[in-house]
């Protein structure tokens, strides 16, 4: 173990995250904070960041604890935990209360990570969102697809990044879409769907205060599922000082009891208001935080490590440009015969990468979830230019692909 930089606080990360997807976080904490990881898996591409791990079960509260217990004393002590993974974010936030850390509550984290339980808790405060029922098989969800009215949309109760979220149409689909639901594991929603705008907004929570750092500009696809295909973050951006928007998100961390750390919380933008689709207790996924810093100058990721060492965290803007990402999909079921990113890449593409290799088999919803291809990240002075670039991103990354037959 090296304890270089040893002024610096130490920060507990719990979970790493993919590679292609993540590494700009610990890239971005690592230069002011000491990181000593607490992960299931040895680090590889990690190393270069960190002082020290422990490979454990990352989702078991106490083995976490323990681990931390057990960082060697020249370390120092830890200043805080810091979780940006979906499936560890509640085992943190335990562990973080158990070592007397600053942290998000662990039962509002909890209330986030199930749906149902969000639901809830946003019913009783009277927060305005679709009307969902839970429910235990395919019976259950006809009757409430036939109460709310179709479409509906039947939904994982314990997912992430849109994995299991079908739009049902009429009574013959829904078999299908609750299996595709149910696969994931867990329990199973049918919701009213809300046919307007989605976005996201990842904000900073200081002691209840909730504060805006990044709206982001959700496009879906491979219909009846909602596979994220990009995001367009712009600074200037005017829901970030709307002001419906923002009483609707004090409402929703109020009605969770969220009050310290980085949430990810999505809406679709109705006549009636704001409608809540569901908030997340940790920095958006798919890069909508390095969006954040491209477009404002605000480093999220920072921030996110600030709140959770019970520092202050720093969001005063720097920028006032626009920055997106889209996703690249195969046409469907097939393998990559061949994929080529442009060298040198056209004006505007800040980056772009293959996330596949030849030989590979893809596949999409409802077999497969988040089959990429390849990301195309752009920025620029604003949202059309940026739009622009976007468009040609199948140019940026092209692929040779083989359709299964």
């Known amino acids: 173990m090296s304890v270089t930089g040893a002024g610096r606080p130490l920060l507990l990360l719990v979970g790493s995250g993919d590679r292609r997807y993540r590494e700009y976080i610990l ?7 000491r990181v000593w990881l607490l992960d299931a898996h040895e680090p590889s591409w990690h190393r270069p960041y960190l002082i020290g791990h422990t490979t454990l079960d990352s989702r078991d509260p106490e083995a976490l604890v323990a681990a931390a217990l057990a960082v060697p004393a020249e370390a120092g002590p830890p200043a805080g935990v810091l979780c940006y993974d979906e499936w560890t ?3 943190a936030a335990v562990a973080a209360s158990k070592l007397g850390l600053p942290g998000p509550d662990p039962d509002a984290v909890a209330a986030c990570r199930d749906k149902a339980a969000t639901r809830a808790a946003l019913a009783a405060a009277g927060v305005h969102q679709p009307e969902s029922v839970p429910v235990g098989g395919v019976a259950q969800a006809r009757a409430a697809a036939e109460r709310l009215g179709y479409p509906v949309v039947v939904k994982a109760r314990a997912m992430a990044g849109s994995i299991g979220v079908v739009r049902v149409d009429d009574p013959r689909a829904l078999p299908a879409a609750y299996a595709a639901a149910h696969a994931p594991g867990g329990g199973v929603l049918v919701e009213r769907y809300v046919d307007a705008p989605e976005i996201s907004v990842d904000a900073a929570v200081v002691d209840g205060t909730v504060i805006p750092l990044a709206v982001a500009r959700k496009t879906v696809g491979q219909a009846p599922f909602f596979e994220e295909m990009g995001h ?4 200037a951006d005017p829901l970030l000082h709307d002001p419906a928007l923002l009483a609707r998100l004090t409402q ?8 310290r750390g980085l949430t990810h919380t999505e809406f ?8 809540l689709i569901e908030i997340n207790a940790r920095l958006g996924g798919d890069f909508i935080p390095y969006l954040g810093h491209l477009a404002t100058g605000v480093d999220l990721a920072m921030a996110a490590a600030d709140i959770a060492a019970g520092r202050p965290p720093r969001l005063a803007p720097t920028r006032r440009a626009a920055a997106g990402v889209r996703f690249l999909y195969p046409p469907g079921d097939g393998t990559v015969v061949g994929i080529r990113v442009a060298d040198p890449l056209p004006a505007g593409v800040h980056a772009a990468l293959a996330t596949a290799e030849p030989g590979q088999h893809l596949a999409l919803p409802p077999t497969a979830y988040l089959t ?3 990301y195309v990240i752009a920025a620029g002075s604003g949202p059309r230019i940026v739009s622009r670039t976007l468009k040609a991103a199948p140019d940026v990354i092209e692929l040779d692909y083989r359709l299964d037959s």
């Open 27 to 33: 890239a971005s904490v690592s230069r002011e904070y």
């Open 89 to 91: 974010v509640h085992a």
């Open 232 to 235: 367009l973050v712009d600074a």
């Open 252 to 259: 929703v961390h109020a009605a969770i009891g969220y009050r």
């Open 268 to 275: 679709r933008l109705t006549r009636d208001g704001p409608a």
């Open 372 to 374: 990429r291809y390849g």
